[in-house]
């Protein structure tokens, strides 16, 4: 079964500046898809950001980006010129690519981070 | 505008009592998903259903059910059976059959406290 690992509960960041979310899995699968939640105070999830294991290219959406290590088995979240507004909890998340009777290719979530953005 | 609605957004129930949680979605997805969240751990499946009049138990089903009579609509029904009924629960769904590069669109949530 895969796992998910975000060892950090909780992180702060100064508006504007930088700041780098971990999250390392365990799989022993080839082909899979690593996904980075947004949880805001309203509680819902909103996707920020997808990657493709098979994609050597690490993903970008505007001021977020991720260091994918497929070897290292590591997805790290980079959030640059951090805003309040980026202020939420933050789940990491794996799902399989292969196809398996009956499988959901479900989500497995980390246990999250919750990032505090300080004025 | 399309989405995913989730009512009530809070439910109290005491001990014994089945209650049901709605989850509506107009946003015409295939597949829809029920997930439980409890503080400090990450979101775990509850139950999924790929088509109308089939669905599928996830990790925690144990004290749950569904049904998918419509392709819009996945109620969740919290029984007594449910030993730790207490938590914030997520309906999500996403479009075409289940595969890894679903994106899934999530509601708002409900949250529901035993007395």
């Known amino acids: 079964a895969q796992t998910v690992t975000q060892s950090q509960p909780e992180m702060s960041v100064q508006e504007a500046e930088t700041v780098t979310l971990s999250c390392t899995y365990d799989?022993?699968?080839?082909?899979?898809?690593l996904f980075w939640y947004k949880q805001p105070p309203s509680r819902q999830m909103i996707l920020v950001i997808r990657?493709?294991?098979?994609?050597?290219q690490n993903a970008t959406e505007n001021r977020f980006s991720v260091n994918f290590q497929k070897a290292a088995k590591s997805f790290s979240l980079k959030i640059s010129d951090s805003q309040l507004g980026d202020a939420a909890m933050y789940f990491c998340?794996?799902?399989?690519?292969?196809?398996?009777?009956?499988?959901?290719?479900?989500?497995?979530f980390g246990s999250g981070t919750q990032l505090t953005v300080l004025p | 505008d399309g989405g995913i609605t989730q009512s009530p957004k809070y439910l109290f129930r005491k001990e014994g009592q089945n209650v049901t949680l709605s989850c509506e979605q107009n946003?015409?997805?295939?597949?829809m998903y029920w997930y439980r969240q409890d503080p400090g751990q990450g979101l775990r499946l509850i139950y999924y259903?790929?088509?109308?009049?089939?669905?599928q138990k996830g990790d925690i089903a144990e004290g749950y059910s569904v049904s998918r009579e419509k392709k819009e609509s996945f109620p969740l029904t919290v029984t007594s059976a449910q030993k730790n009924p207490t938590a914030f629960y997520l309906c999500?769904?996403?479009?075409?059959?289940?595969?890894?590069?679903?994106?899934?669109?999530f509601g708002a949530g409900s949250r529901l406290t035993v007395l």
């Open positions: 999500a769904s996403s479009i075409g059959r289940i595969s890894g590069a679903n994106v899934l669109t």
């Open positions: 799989t022993s699968e080839s082909d899979y898809y």
């Open positions: 990657q493709e294991a098979y994609k050597q």
């Open positions: 998340a794996y799902r399989s690519a292969e196809k398996s009777s009956g499988s959901a290719r479900q989500l497995t």
């Open positions: 946003l015409n997805h295939d597949a």
């Open positions: 259903s790929q088509i109308v009049n089939d669905f």
